[in-house]
């Protein structure tokens, strides 16, 4: 559980709106920590384009890059 609390749709911005929507068409659910980011728009916008831009790159094939991520989050104890 995050120490702040998580922002609901109801209090987000108009932007952090329409992030939860495509991060909820792309996993089917919107995490806490896109809601925590949430009350700091710049930084929830920046991590909305490094997410973006890691789906596109075209170094590692899209299978073992989520590989590398569902590895990541088994490691630290959190679910991806």
Known sequence: MAR???LQDEK???LSRV???AVRRRLGLVSEM???C??????QFGRAIAEVMLDRSALVERRLR???VIKTA???GCPA
């Open 12 to 14: 987000a911005s108009l």
């Open 66 to 68: 989520w590989l590398g």
């Open 34 to 36: 896109w809601r925590v």
């Open 38 to 43: 949430a009350h700091v728009p710049r930084l």
């Open 19 to 21: 992030i939860f929507g």
């Open 4 to 6: 702040i609390e998580a």
């Open 74 to 76: 088994v490691m630290i």
